[in-house]
Structures are given as C-alpha cells and as structure tokens.
C-alpha cells in the first residue's frame, strides 16, 4: 500500500523548493541587475528599463515572484513559530545555523516588506516616494537618494547579509532534505560551499549597494568605466 505524503510533508517540500527556483534565481538577476550601477547611473538606468521592456512582465512578476514571496514568507513564518530552539543544550554548529535561518528569515520577512514598499512602490512617508517601476530614467537618482542615508545604507547591507546567508544555507537544506547530497563527506562539502556561496552573494551585494553613493563600489575607479555612446533619457522631475 502506497504512503500518501501528509500536507504538513508537501507544504515544507514547496517551501523549500519556493525558495530556489524561482526566488533564489531572482535574487541572482536582482544582483546582477544591481551590480550595473557600478558603471554608472546611463548603465544602470538602461539595465531597469530593460527589465520594464520584458513582455508580460507584471504576470512574471505576480506570478513568478510576488506569490511564491508570499508563499515563502508567511509559511516560513509558520515554521519559525513551531521551532523549538536547543542551542543552549546542544550546541552543535548545524543546530546554530538552524537557528540563524529562522531569525533571518523572519527579520527578511519584514525587510522585504520594507524594500518592496520603499522602492518598488515609493509608499513609505518620509522616505522616497517615487517608485522605481515605471521610472527606469529615475532609478538610479531614487536609489542613491535613499542610500545617501547612512541608517538606510546600513539597513540595506543588514538585508543583503541576511538574505545571502538564507539562500546559501537553504541551498544546503535542499540538498540535503531532497536526497541530492547524501554522506557525511558530501555534505561537509556541501555546507563549505555553502559559505562560500553566502560570502560571495554578501560581498557582491553590498559591492553593489555601494556603487550607489561611490562609483564603482569598493572596487578601485580605475576598473570601472561608464560606456559612452547611450543615449540619455530625459530626467523628470520627481515628485
């Protein structure tokens, strides 16, 4: 007699999987998108306008971010609320770094909330109140007005650590729950890359927050060049 999965065992397994294909690989693309401002704000405006030019995009983004965000979201709530932490009577490694998920999970929960609000939609007074969508000859300007401030910078890199420390970790649950990496040796391995991973997408992220306010980011100006020859969309005044 077959074994029929309980809800519990398939929602989780959606969780997860929510969270790699397609989140994590719009993080990738998010990332790489952002990097562009390290060439200047001609390079990084066109990069966003190209985005708006995809077809069928707001379908894409409904249906291809924004449910499955809300989806990992509230649900990874759930499982936060159900933990039981026993790092105080275990204390090995792999029980912290659980532990590391579920905050940072929660904190991003509320910091995406932030971002989408702050950027996406420019609805947060006191703040910008222009939104990116729609005003891809203002992206640059509306981002580098909001990373001028430094609480706004700071909390900004806050959310890149922890969504790189997220992804990459989740990346080592959905190998290691899905059955892909199976061994202890495997699995070591597996967890080392995982920090890797979380390295790069945090030095990458914050490389790319700061191109905002330095060109170039941390990198030195010298390799960084803005390409001449776009064209220059006209500026509009922002509200």
Same mark, same amino acid.
Request: with cysteine; glycine share 8%.
């Given at each position: ?21 397609? =989140? ?33 995009? =707001?379908?894409?983004?409904?249906? !291809? ?19 039981? #932490? ?38 947060? #007074?006191?703040?910008?109140?222009? #939104? ?28 890149? !650590? ?20 199976? !061994? ?6 597996? =967890? ?48």
């Amino acid at each position: 007699m077959a074994i029929k999965p309980s809800r519990t065992f398939l929602l989780r397994k959606l969780h997860q999987l929510s969270g790699i294909v397609p =989140l994590g690989l719009f993080y990738f693309a998010h990332m790489f998108t952002n990097s562009k401002a390290m060439n200047g704000e001609a390079v990084f405006e066109k990069a966003v306008q190209d985005i708006h030019e995809i077809p069928y995009l =707001l379908l894409i983004e409904i249906f !291809g971010i924004f449910i499955p965000l809300i989806f990992h979201s509230v649900y990874g709530l759930i499982i936060s609320s159900e933990a039981r #932490p026993n790092v105080l009577q275990y204390g090995y490694a792999r029980n912290w770094f659980y532990l590391i998920q579920r905050i940072s999970g929660v904190f991003l929960f509320f910091f995406i909330f932030f971002h989408v609000l702050n950027l996406r939609f420019g609805l947060i #007074p006191g703040l910008n109140m222009t #939104p990116v969508a729609g005003n891809a000859n203002l992206a640059f300007d509306i981002v580098s007005g909001e990373f001028a401030n430094p609480w706004i910078l700071g909390l900004y890199i806050l959310g890149i !650590g922890a969504t790189a420390w997220h992804l990459a970790y989740g990346f080592f649950l959905f190998a290691v729950d899905w059955g892909i990496v199976i !061994g202890e040796k495997a699995q070591r391995a597996t =967890l080392y890359a995982s920090y890797t991973l979380a390295a790069i997408l945090f030095l990458v992220g914050v490389n790319a927050a700061v191109s905002f306010v330095r060109p170039c980011g941390l990198f030195p100006r010298a390799i960084c060049t803005e390409p001449t020859g776009l064209l220059e969309v006209p500026k509009t005044k922002r509200l």
